[in-house]
Each structure stands twice: as structure tokens, then as C-alpha cells.
């Protein structure tokens, strides 16, 4: 439910079709939707784009990140939903503390560095020196 949310968040901002698939090959995505996130991309520099990439290798998800990087997702969210079947897993069978703790922990801190990097590399700031009168 939360990832079909978050499929139509997605769709609404960036005003483009996202499909889903059952089988290994994935959905068919239109042209169209291929050409908005190619714009949008390419509205952020060098350095932003490999923080973006590094997002997407963590989350499993251009959805998630995206949704990450505008604020409609907090780092911990974005994390549960890209692992709802090892959380369903852990649910099923229990938890191993030392490995599915730590591959959470390690996984919520790099998504965080991850977003962190890309909202500074994307950040202007302008300074304004206001005279002194006597």
C-alpha cells in the first residue's frame, strides 16, 4: 500500500506513466517518461548525479529516491519500503541481530550520506552585506 502511494506521488510530480511487471523483465516505460527524466536529470551537476546514482544503488528505487530528494519520504521511510521483503522475512522467521540490525543501520546512514550530499551539491545560497548607517 505505502509503495503504491509513494508509485503515485511519483507519477503526479513528475507527470509521467511508471507501470508495473510481474516477470523479470520489467515494465514497459514510454518514451515520454523517458524524456521528462532525462530533462530532469540533467538539471543537476556532475557531483549531484553520482550522489543520486549512490541513492538509487541503495534504495533499489528511482522512486524512492526521487520521492527522497523531495522531501515527501524521511530517509528511514524510503529505507522500510525498499526492504519490505526482508522486513517481511524477519517477521516470518525472526531477526539476527548482529546482520539484519547492522545491514539497517548501514543502509539508513548511507541513504542519509547520500541525500545529504546531493541537497549541499544542489544548494546556492547568496549573501547580502547590509551597509551600517550611523
Not at 509513494?6 to 515494465?27: E, H, Q
Not at 525498499?82 to 522475512?89: D, G, K, P, T
Request: charged share 20%.
Amino acid at each position: 500500500m505505502a509503495r503504491n502511494m509513494a508509485k503515485l506521488c511519483f507519477a503526479f510530480r513528475y507527470n509521467v506513466v511508471i507501470g508495473s511487471s510481474t516477470s523479470i523483465m520489467g515494465p514497459s516505460i514510454p518514451q515520454s517518461t523517458k524524456d521528462i527524466f532525462i530533462s530532469h536529470l540533467a538539471s543537476y551537476n556532475t557531483w549531484a548525479l553520482q550522489g543520486i546514482e549512490y541513492m538509487i544503488t541503495q534504495l533499489k528505487s528511482l522512486i524512492l529516491s526521487m520521492g527522497l530528494l523531495d522531501k515527501h519520504l524521511t530517509v528511514e521511510h524510503a529505507v522500510l519500503l525498499s526492504r519490505l521483503e526482508e522486513e517481511y522475512q524477519i517477521q516470518r522467521w525472526g531477526n539476527v541481530e548482529w546482520a539484519h540490525d547492522y545491514d539497517l543501520h548501514e543502509m539508513r546512514s548511507r541513504t542519509a550520506a547520500a541525500t545529504l550530499f546531493v541537497h549541499l551539491c544542489t544548494e546556492s545560497a547568496t549573501v547580502k552585506h547590509k551597509l551600517l548607517q550611523d
